[in-house]
């Protein structure tokens, strides 16, 4: 049950002294930053963070730094009444919803870069997207003075970022990474989703299924991870209008590529279906939890 009653806050200074008074207070506060367009994974993430806290508090914010010039900002799916309503079903205490000019001030020219963990992978294919994800986290985490923060297993790459940023300029909230929600035929939840068609959905399909041969192989003892990426390329292949960005077989805590036979990795890819880019991944030999 919700100790505070529900309230949305929209300017940074508001969200600031709302959480400093919270916490003189005693209340143990949890943040899920998110940029809105909900569906059951985020919602998946309160209930999380419902567990862990006195306060929840849920950030809508479509942060222009983490997307390049020709990506999908301007039509990135947006419903903050949606968002909130569904929200509140989970104990949603404050939401905090800015506006860009509030976040980024004209002039702003501070940065944060998390640079070993953001070049590979998604940082190969989309050059400053982390350093953008960084610098709004840190933003986040400053005004909102969270005690426990909660991501997606999803964005690994980006979880991984986020634990690092923490560890080194917020060593006092706890960074927590949460299993992958999916749809019933596998599909990993996304926002990004909505831009599938009937048959796209379909055809996105074949990521799941390549990521669960690999975890199959696994399973069967198989821990080559050229062999892992491999599955996956065949299995993805077999659907001619996917077309794969990367397949990666990863150090979990380092995200360097694997080149032999290791007790754990993540393997994990991007691909474009139509319109959308899709990102999904399995954690092979250790749990998303015991990430940190």
């Known amino acids: 049950m919700a100790l505070v009653p529900f309230e949305i806050v929209r300017e940074p200074a508001a969200m600031r002294a709302r959480a400093e008074d919270l ?9 899920v930053p998110t940029m809105g367009a909900l569906h059951d994974g985020h919602l998946s993430l309160l209930r999380a963070a419902r567990a862990r806290a006195d306060v929840v508090i849920l950030t809508i914010f479509v942060n222009p730094t983490q997307f390049g010039p020709s990506e999908d900002l301007s039509r990135y799916p947006r419903d903050e009444a949606g968002d909130l309503a569904a929200a509140r079903g989970c104990g949603l205490d404050l939401a905090f919803c800015p506006e860009a000019e509030d976040m980024y001030p004209p002039g ?4 944060v870069e998390v640079r ?3 070049q590979p992978m998604c940082g190969e294919k989309r050059p400053g997207h982390f350093t953008g994800v960084a610098t709004v986290v840190s933003k986040l985490f400053h005004l909102t003075r ?8 999803k964005d690994f790459q980006q979880l991984r970022v986020l ?27 996304s926002s990004r ?19 669960r041969a690999a975890q199959e192989l696994w399973q069967n003892g198989e821990r080559d991870p050229e062999r892992l990426r491999g599955e996956v390329r065949e299995v993805v292949a077999s659907v001619p209008r996917v077309t794969l960005e990367y397949v990666s077989a990863a150090d979990p805590l380092t995200l360097v590529e694997l080149g032999a036979p290791a007790q ?20 092979l030999g250790m749990d998303v939890k015991d990430l940190s």
């Open 23 to 31: 916490r003189r207070d005693g209340r143990r506060l949890a943040v």
């Open 108 to 111: 702003s020219q501070t940065f």
């Open 116 to 118: 070993a963990l953001s």
């Open 146 to 153: 969270p005690h426990v923060a909660f991501f997606g297993q």
């Open 163 to 189: 634990q690092t940023m923490a560890r080194e300029r917020f060593p006092r909230v706890t960074v927590v990474g949460c299993p992958i929600v999916r749809e019933p035929d596998g599909l990993a939840m």
């Open 193 to 211: 989703n909505a831009y599938l068609t009937s048959d796209e959905h379909d055809d996105a399909l074949a990521l799941s299924r390549g990521l």
């Open 264 to 283: 754990r990795a993540v393997v994990s890819l991007a691909a474009r279906v139509g319109k959308a880019r899709l990102i999904d991944n399995v954690l």
